[in-house]
């Protein structure tokens, strides 16, 4: 059974779509919400599709609140502005009957079309082909007996994804499935493609430098438009 995750914050303008798609596509698998504080309708839309939990506001710590909530042997976070493939929970089955392999993600996609969005999309698959970095945005699944050996998502306010990733390609294989993880590139609009893209660059680096992931925050709060985390 596939359990999927959902961390929401102040999202009631995407929410409604994606778990609309996620009820049609993945019509076998459990959906779990989990609320990190929102102030507008995010829980009352939520309510509609899926089971709602609350959590202290932290990606992080809200995906291991739904991890510990959820019924699913393979647990697969996605975000409230992502629209998957109808394909996708197969293939992650698929992908999981090797034993070899722990986890994965889907290729990387953005609902607007542009030749700058597809490099940028690029890049973040050929990364987590080589890498095996799996960020939040391309629906990062995993075996649940591997997550809960590893004590779930590292409680961080910034980079949960990447050190999560880091440390799951210690223990076995991730791969990239072919299905897509189609996600909005409002921030990208917001802030302006490749300032964007040359702002995550530098905060990725910092952290694998040392930088105190607070620090981090800090700047990332600093340069980026407002809205939910």
């Given at each position: 059974?596939?359990?999927?995750?959902?961390?929401?914050?102040?999202?009631?303008?995407?929410?409604?779509?994606?778990?609309?798609?996620?009820?049609?596509?993945?019509?076998?698998?459990?959906?779990?919400v989990v609320d990190g504080g929102s102030?507008?309708?995010?829980?009352?839309?939520?309510?509609?599709?899926?089971?709602?939990?609350?959590?202290?506001?932290?990606?992080?710590?809200?995906?291991?609140?739904?991890?510990?909530?959820?019924?699913?042997?393979?647990?697969?976070?996605?975000?409230?502005?992502?629209?998957?493939?109808?394909?996708?929970?197969?293939?992650?089955?698929?992908?999981?009957?090797?034993?070899?392999?722990?986890?994965?993600?889907?290729?990387?996609?953005?609902?607007?079309?542009?030749?700058?969005?597809?490099?940028?999309?690029?890049?973040?698959?050929?990364?987590?082909?080589?890498?095996?970095?799996?960020?939040?945005?391309?629906?990062?699944?995993?075996?649940?007996?591997?997550?809960?050996?590893?004590?779930?998502?590292?409680?961080?306010?910034?980079?949960?994804?990447?050190?999560?990733?880091?440390?799951?390609?210690?223990?076995?294989?991730?791969?990239?499935?072919?299905?897509?993880?189609?996600?909005?590139?409002?921030?990208?609009?917001?802030?302006?493609?490749?300032?964007?893209?040359?702002?995550?660059?530098?905060?990725?680096?910092?952290?694998?430098?040392?930088?105190?992931?607070?620090?981090?925050?800090?700047?990332?709060?600093?340069?980026?438009?407002?809205?939910?985390?």
């Amino acid at each position: 059974m596939i359990s999927i995750i959902v961390p929401v914050l102040n999202e009631e303008a995407t929410l409604g779509a994606t778990l609309v798609h996620l009820t049609r596509a993945c019509p076998d698998c459990e959906i779990l919400v989990v609320d990190g504080g929102s102030t507008d309708q995010t829980v009352d839309i939520a309510q509609r599709y899926a089971r709602v939990l609350v959590s202290a506001p932290g990606r992080g710590q809200q995906m291991n609140v739904g991890a510990t909530a959820a019924a699913g042997d393979i647990l697969w976070f996605v975000h409230a502005d992502t629209e998957v493939d109808a394909k996708a929970a197969s293939e992650i089955r698929q992908a999981l009957a090797d034993p070899a392999t722990i986890g994965g993600g889907l290729t990387l996609a953005f609902h607007d079309s542009s030749l700058s969005l597809a490099i940028v999309a690029g890049l973040s698959n050929l990364r987590a082909r080589t890498l095996h970095w799996i960020f939040g945005d391309q629906s990062l699944f995993v075996r649940r007996s591997v997550f809960e050996s590893l004590g779930g998502f590292p409680v961080l306010p910034l980079m949960e994804d990447l050190e999560m990733s880091r440390r799951l390609n210690r223990c076995g294989r991730l791969v990239l499935l072919g299905a897509m993880s189609r996600t909005s590139a409002r921030r990208f609009r917001d802030g302006g493609i490749w300032r964007v893209l040359w702002r995550m660059q530098y905060l990725k680096a910092g952290y694998l430098l040392g930088v105190p992931p607070a620090k981090l925050h800090a700047r990332y709060v600093q340069t980026t438009p407002k809205r939910g985390r």
